[in-house]
């Protein structure tokens, strides 16, 4: 029998395809971890991966990769789609499927497949990577090329003997290292929001608490003085923020099919991360590092979305996104509080706001004040120019 790889993380529609294809073919599961896997989640899926038929099943553990490859970047740029989504979900697929394609090509397999259905990004993100890094490797998607309906999935499985507990959950939840997302009935429709009780941390703290965030050349290398691995650090302040229920919003955006989504998520170390970093960059960076960052990095994290990780001008924007880095190092404190935190203030060495060259709307110590008549003379020269000509 020829090979195969699938991409497998236990549900409904990944245990459909392995039982459907160690008929033809010799499986081989894998699972990618990104984050929010536990050893107990991994023995489980392992345990019912073998029951729907495969040959071999493998758990790679990808945290640090994706934090490397990807997250860091994310956090340099202070990527949040649509100014609000840190691109939890769609992030991950990079990762992982950029690690199925590589196990596959090192086992040998003929054949890679997925989940997917045909409606959805996830598609676009694991065909793309496959057939660029592996183009001899064809991809088979069981779920998309068929049209099955749950319940014709559902009855397969029965009908082979697996008659597991396949009723859909109320909602969606995928976690991953940068974040949780929340599916349910009330994101597909436009108007109502997810119940408290969709999200999968609820609130257990009162009053607040705050918490030091240090980064070194825009890593996040220590928490509250405490150094880590930035991956680990984003666990924690995760764990820590998560008590207090934060993170919590509603995303709506463009998916790459062409129709409108719309997605609950929870992110607390993520937005925290995000919003304490950018603030260090207000102090640190000049007006013009800050204004061409911003718009590359929403240009990067669109392509990534889109699935466009392994064009090389994503290498062109990380390259500037790191160089940007050089000198944003310091503390940012956070004060955490039930259902959102807030940023008070930074501490670095590279601070340019700086009272030795003048103190904001009080004092100029490094110009006098006919200096500053004669600047505002003429950098206001076009406008009076345009004025008097089409007055």
């Not at 649509?82 to 690690?99: H, K």
């Amino acid at each position: 029998m020829k090979k195969l790889v699938i991409a497998y993380s236990g549900g409904l529609d990944t245990s459909y395809c392995a039982v459907s294809l160690s008929k033809e073919y010799e499986v081989h599961a894998v699972s990618v971890n990104t984050g929010g896997f536990t050893k107990e989640e991994v023995s489980n899926i392992e345990a019912n991966a073998y029951k729907m038929g495969v040959t071999t099943y493998k758990n790679i553990d990808a945290v640090p990769t994706f934090y490397n490859k990807v997250v860091k970047y994310l956090i340099f740029g202070n990527v949040l789609k649509n100014n609000t989504y840190p691109l939890s979900v769609s992030a991950e697929r990079i990762v992982q499927a950029i690690e199925i394609i590589e196990y596959a090509k090192s086992i040998d397999a003929e054949y890679i497949a997925h989940g997917s259905t045909g409606a959805g990004n996830d598609q676009v993100r694991f065909d793309m990577i496959f057939q660029t890094l592996a183009p001899g490797i064809k991809i088979i998607t069981p779920i998309r090329d068929k049209k099955l309906s749950r319940q014709e999935e559902i009855e397969y499985l029965k009908a082979n003997g697996i008659d597991m507990s396949w009723e859909k959950a109320q909602y969606s939840v995928n976690k991953g290292l940068w974040g949780t997302s929340v599916g349910g009935a009330e994101t597909l429709t436009s108007e109502k929001p997810l119940p408290s009780e969709a999200y999968p941390s609820q609130l257990q703290k009162d009053g607040e608490e705050k918490v030091t965030l240090t980064f070194k050349k825009g890593e996040f290398i220590a928490l509250n003085g405490e150094a880590n691995a930035p991956e680990v650090n984003i666990e924690k302040l995760n764990d820590m923020a998560s008590a207090y229920a934060i993170g919590r919003d509603i995303h709506v955006g463009d998916t790459i099919v062409g129709i409108k989504g719309r997605v609950g998520f929870e992110a607390a170390a993520a937005l925290i991360t995000v919003k304490a970093h950018h603030l260090l960059e207000k102090h640190t960076l000049t007006k013009w590092q800050l204004q061409h960052k911003d718009y590359l990095s929403n240009f990067y994290g669109m392509h990534l979305h889109e699935g466009q990780y392994l064009d090389p001008v994503m290498r062109d924007m990380e390259a500037f996104l790191q160089s940007s880095q050089d000198k944003v190092s310091g503390d940012v404190t956070v004060t955490l509080k039930p259902y959102h935190f807030t940023l008070d203030g930074i501490k670095s060495q590279h601070d340019l706001m700086s009272a030795k060259f003048g103190s904001y709307g009080e004092e100029n110590t490094g110009w006098t004040a006919d200096e500053a008549k004669g600047f505002i003379k003429i950098v206001g020269n076009q406008n009076k120019i345009y004025q008097q000509v089409n007055s």
